[in-house]
């Protein structure tokens, strides 16, 4: 059985992913080599995974 994104799934995705990478443009943020770590370091996001995430939602659409 093969789990599919619906097409909302995927824009809420997107939407999630445009709203990250636009976490990178803040100065309170704590970055660290293109890196978010957010709740106190338990989350940690890399931008160049985010962009990678994004191309593959878009890719499927």
């Known amino acids: 059985m093969i789990n599919t994104l619906s097409t ?7 939407s999630y992913i445009r709203e990250m990478l636009a976490l990178f443009q803040e100065n309170d943020m704590l970055k660290e080599d293109d890196s978010l770590y957010l709740l106190d370091g338990k989350l940690v996001i890399n931008k160049e995974e985010l962009l990678l ?9």
Do not use: C, F, P, T
């Open 53 to 61: 995430l994004e191309r593959k939602i878009k890719k499927e659409q």
């Open 8 to 14: 909302k799934e995927k824009l809420v995705i997107q």
